[in-house]
């Protein structure tokens, strides 16, 4: 059983288009992320939520739209696709943090590489 | 905003030697985390350390937390090729909803000559 998967592995598009991206997690967590990882394997949050609610949104472009139906899923909409765009996309998920402590450990997705041609 | 400094960028190292890298935080952290992502793979928690001057292990690998909350390291004794992969520390914010984002360093790639 995989704890946060996401859809698709692989996604190659042309500048222009909009995709979707799609994650679930069974681990009963209550927050999820999207995080950006980049050519130079640099970890950049995008969003995070709390059960169905937007917490962080770390000024992303608002081509970029979040979506969370329930807690257990985050999906992740991109408009009008562009070259910097292309990276590698990781779902994870966390307890909610507690009082003055963290979330404790992310669980992450195994990705999605986005190619924008 | 909070700067999470991680170096070295890159470490190479010849099979059965040791290896470490350092994290750096701008801010006191009220703790901090440990991943290691395999080429290819997904970042995998290794560790979480909460207390100031934390010593923690894991079979070849010791973590530290410093006495000030700001700094931490990863210290892996005698690496072997499977420790090939990106090691990256994360620290929290202190406040309000920004204890929801985890803010990683830029990671240390480490390969291992067999």
């Known amino acids: 059983d995989t704890a946060v998967s996401q859809t698709p592995k692989y996604l190659v598009t042309q500048m222009g288009n909009d995709k979707s991206i799609k994650c679930e997690q069974n681990?009963?967590?209550?927050?999820m992320y999207w995080y950006k990882q980049d050519s130079k394997k640099f970890l950049k949050i995008m969003f995070s939520?709390?059960?169905?609610?937007?917490?962080i949104n770390e000024t992303v472009p608002n081509r970029f739209s979040p979506k969370s139906p329930d807690k257990a899923h985050l999906n992740l909409h991109i408009n009008s696709l562009e070259l910097g765009d292309s990276a590698v996309y990781f779902c994870a998920s966390s307890r909610k943090p507690s009082g003055t402590k963290s979330t404790g450990e992310l669980f992450f997705g195994e990705g999605s590489r986005l190619t924008v041609l | 905003g909070q700067q999470v400094m991680q170096i070295p960028q890159y470490q190479h190292v010849q099979e059965g030697e040791d290896f470490t890298t350092y994290c750096n935080s701008s801010?006191?952290?009220?703790?901090i985390q440990w991943y290691k992502q395999r080429p290819g793979g997904h970042p995998v928690f290794l560790i979480q350390?909460?207390?100031?001057?934390e010593v923690k292990k894991q079979k070849r690998l010791t973590f530290q937390f410093g006495e000030a909350k700001k700094n931490s390291s990863l210290h892996i004794t005698a690496t072997q090729t499977t420790d090939v992969g990106t090691y990256f520390c994360a620290g929290p914010g202190l406040s309000g909803g920004s204890n929801y984002k985890l803010t990683f360093g830029k990671g240390t790639l480490l390969t291992v000559n067999p």
């Open positions: 801010t006191t952290l009220s703790n």
């Open positions: 939520y709390n059960n169905k609610e937007l917490i």
């Open positions: 350390l909460v207390k100031s001057g």
């Open positions: 681990l009963g967590h209550d927050t």
